[in-house]
């Protein structure tokens, strides 16, 4: 079946949205386990303009996503919640993914882990990984081995399958890439290439 090409246990457990898009308060969205060796699947409904896909925004956002395009918005602060009827503007915004990493595809000694981000009007952004403050290396590191990675298969979003049909064939290599798991080393070759361009 297509779904053993899945690692099936690997899982989003959790969402905390909190401050992000039109998420003024606290939102967790709980997902529920792979069951008999199948992932579950999560249907959001809602009518337009309710905030479905501002929902995998945070997703997107909270794997490290740089696009602001890919993102909706213009600048970084339009992740931030901007007020609402009866709601004034929010400061920071933040992400939490929980991930379920029972089969240790994720190269951390843990069954757990949270992986979080959190931006500032000011213009401050930070990524945590269990709570750690962490380098967006060290996001992007982390979920490239685990071919788990934020600008590609991992979100599909609305018209991204046309995208792919159109898409040239060096785009069209960076999904195979890191379907393969040759992403996290481009990223270290990538680091390496800038530690020599500046010493
Ligand atoms: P559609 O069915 O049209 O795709 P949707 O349910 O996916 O809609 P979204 O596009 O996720 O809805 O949400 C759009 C809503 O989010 C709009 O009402 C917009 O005003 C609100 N929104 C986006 N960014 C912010 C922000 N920074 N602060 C407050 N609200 C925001």
Redesign the pocket.
Known sequence: SSNAILSPNMYLKSLEING???F?GKTVLTFLPPRQGLQSITAIV????????????AIRWGLGEQSMKML??KKS????????AGKG?MSL?SVTLTIDNHDGLLPIDQEELTVGRRAYRTGENEYVINGHAVRLLDVQLLLARAQFGQGSYSVIG?GMIDQVLLSSPSERKELLDEAAGIREYELKRHQAELKLATS
Do not use: L, T, V, W
């Open positions: 992000f898009k039109s003024a809602g009518p337009n303009g309710s905030g479905k896909s501002n929902i995998a925004d909706r918005g602060e339009d992740i931030i919640f901007a007020g609402a503007r915004g609305q």
